[in-house]
């Protein structure tokens, strides 16, 4: 017999081959049957906005998988295999990010950043933000908030904007007028407003955003893909259409743009003029030399643009077939159809064949009691929705859709709401009473001020000329937040839901009929039952103004403390943002040098008994002052679970994605 000594497949030369065999076998014929995980619905990426990391991240993802769960009819009643095995939608617990000190957590990583496998879910958490560099940590470290690795999620709350042009300029300015700044002015202790560096972080963030896309479209080129952005991260979703509209289509007809936006209390604002915006910002300059404000004009066709692309992605459904998702999702305990599915919860449009579904889909839910995006700098959609008018300059029909979520209005019927006459206090249409608790106007500090002034020369004007000031506010009496006119009424023409229901608060864990909450104690954060000592700095309750309560609670109102009422992870979050605001403070009072870190801020710091003394101060003072902190309704749609589950899991489309989660 010949043979090779070494073949190919063995080249180790201390061993022969004394011999070859080889045979084959022919196994009898068998079936065997095997579950098949039923398929996740699409992706779903969640945007942040500014000053955050994602608090509604875990709340909505919860519900959303609920909701889903029972769209698909998944839940355990419907399946023969219950679980994750059986494609049932379950949420990802994620590990613990900051310490109960408010320290970033040292020991999270890549690999433990989720906690467990036991997990089925379509949502992508996208975060974004902004790092200091040194440069930056020496200009503007003394204004905004910063961790101990010099980063803020999502950036300071000050630098949001309210038109997509403005993510390529320059930061806010602070400056107001010859000597004063904004702090002059400020009637929210809460809310600091310094000086921000310039704002292209937005525009990496939603570039990033738009090369996630490409990377799923990638994995499969027709996955339906919904955002579902909030507050500024609205601005960085649209802006990522933009961006991924121009990056090359996956095989040459998938663009790398989502099919579908939800889109939430967002600033993007077509109020037609705005004094305060305009001068605050006048530092900002177009290509053609034109400052401050972006025009109405340029906001509409910027939207239109928006819809324009987002129109396109209806096609989606010629590949995503009623046929292919019935095939996919097809389960013998129960009867799921995609066509009545899309049917119902879907939207028509030219675009879409005489057929209805949620690709090309642009869904805003807008909250008429969100006193962030009402300012009366911004006047997002968010706040007021798009008006009859402007659905028509936008070209929005057949890609537009909006909801309201108003205490005491249903959420899922279509119709119409009246910002006075559905409003649940029934105030005069037109009058001053449309906000509650009722708003501020500016008003001149001195003691901001001083904080925010840069040198002698100013701090002396600052305290010298305040009389004149505080006069002059006391008469113009400039309102905070803006109020609709007296015939503001928007359409509701998202789908209609079964059955409708109003929209609830939640704090601390308890839901609340009043969806427009009043004041949003910082105490009240702490962890309820916690043993403190005296001295501790979080020890004392604080007196809560009143004015801050609805119907019966107002009329008993008495004496009222900001008493714990939080979990330890709530206590560890007020921690770690008032550790960003003593980091600045510390920066503004000498405390520390500009320009490096701030070492007294940092784990395992020993700080000298001055320092101490100083801080303990500081944080009484925060939390005093915040004692009457207005609730902002900013986040109340999206931190509630029920609302994603009975809302958001019917707005977003359904096809097969074959992905794996």
Not at 178 to 197: A, D, G, K, Y
Not at 278 to 284: H, Q, Y
Not at 499 to 514: I, N, T, V, Y
Request: charge should be negative.
């Amino acid at each position: 017999m010949m043979f090779d000594p070494r073949p190919p497949l063995c080249d180790d030369p201390k061993v022969d081959l004394h011999g070859q065999f080889a045979c084959s076998a022919d196994y009898p014929h068998s079936d065997k049957d095997t579950v098949q995980q039923l398929p996740l619905p699409g992706m779903i990426i969640f945007v942040h906005g500014v000053n955050s990391d994602g608090e509604w991240y875990q709340a909505a993802e919860q519900g959303l998988c609920r909701g889903l769960n029972q769209r698909l009819r998944r839940q355990s009643e419907h399946l023969v295999h219950h679980g994750v095995e059986g494609g049932q939608l379950t949420p990802v617990n994620y590990g613990k990010e900051i310490t109960d000190e408010g320290f970033l957590n040292p020991e999270m990583s890549a690999d433990n950043f989720i906690i467990d496998s036991g997990s089925f879910s379509p949502v992508i958490r996208f975060r974004w933000g902004y790092k200091a560099s040194g440069e930056e940590l020496q200009q503007y470290g003394k204004g905004i908030y910063l961790n101990e690795q010099d980063y803020w999620g999502g950036g300071p709350f000050a630098n949001g904007c309210s038109a997509l042009a403005d993510l390529w300029k320059e930061g806010l300015s602070a400056d107001l007028f010859l000597w004063t700044t904004i702090e002059h002015m400020n009637p929210f202790p809460e809310r600091q407003v310094f000086s921000c560096p310039p704002r292209p972080y937005f525009v990496l963030a939603a570039y990033r955003l738009a090369k996630l896309v490409e990377a799923l479209r990638q994995e499969q080129p027709d996955v339906p893909v919904t955002i579902v952005c909030h507050s500024q991260g609205t601005m960085v979703a649209m802006a990522a259409a933009f961006l991924g509209q121009n990056l090359p289509a996956v095989e040459g007809k998938f663009p790398c743009v989502a099919d579908n936006y939800v889109i939430c209390n967002s600033p993007y604002s077509l109020a037609q003029s705005n004094f305060s915006e305009n001068w605050i910002g006048s530092n900002l300059r177009a290509a053609d030399g034109s400052t401050g404000r972006v025009t109405v004009e340029a906001r509409i066709q910027t939207l239109k643009n928006f819809f324009e692309i987002l129109r396109q992605r209806a096609s989606l459904g010629d590949v995503q077939t009623d046929q292919r998702v019935d095939d996919w999702m097809a389960n013998e305990q129960h009867g799921f159809s995609a066509a009545t599915d899309r049917e119902t919860y879907g939207i028509a449009g030219a675009a879409r064949g005489g057929k209805k579904s949620s690709y090309g889909r642009v869904t805003v839910y807008c909250n008429p009691h969100d006193v962030v995006v009402s300012s009366i700098a911004i006047q997002g959609i968010g706040w007021r929705g798009l008006s009859g008018g402007e659905l028509l300059a936008t070209d929005a029909g057949g890609v537009y859709v909006q909801r309201v979520f108003a205490q005491g209005f249903e959420v899922g019927k279509q119709g119409s709401y009246h910002y006075w006459l559905d409003h649940w206090r029934k105030p005069g249409p037109g009058g001053q009473d449309f906000w509650f608790p009722d708003q501020k106007y500016a008003s001149y500090s001195i003691k901001q001020g001083k904080e925010a002034s840069e040198g002698a020369f100013a701090a002396v004007l600052t305290v010298g000329l305040a009389p004149v000031f505080i006069v002059l506010t006391m008469l113009f009496k400039n309102l905070t937040n803006a109020s609709r006119d007296k015939d503001w009424k928007i359409e509701l023409s998202a789908p209609d839901l079964a059955p409708p229901f109003k929209p609830q608060s939640l704090r601390f864990g308890e839901a609340s009929d009043q969806f427009d909450e009043g004041y949003a104690p910082a105490g009240e954060a702490r962890q309820a039952g916690k043993q403190r000592e005296a001295g501790d700095d979080y020890f004392a309750d604080h007196e809560i103004p009143r004015g801050g309560l609805q119907g019966e609670e107002k009329r008993l109102e008495a004496q009222r403390l900001d008493i714990a009422r939080g979990t330890a992870d709530d206590e560890a979050r007020l921690r770690y943002e008032q550790r960003a605001v003593l980091r600045a403070q510390a920066i503004r009072e000498k405390k520390s040098a500009a320009g490096k870190k701030v070492e007294q801020e940092m784990p395992r710091a020993t700080p000298s008994a001055d320092y101490m003394t100083w801080r303990s101060a500081r944080v009484e003072e925060m939390m005093s002052s915040q004692a009457g902190a207005f609730a902002t309704d900013h986040s109340t749609i999206m931190t509630n679970p029920m609302h994603a589950e009975r809302v958001l899991a019917y707005d977003v489309p359904v096809g097969v994605c074959n992905i794996k989660a």
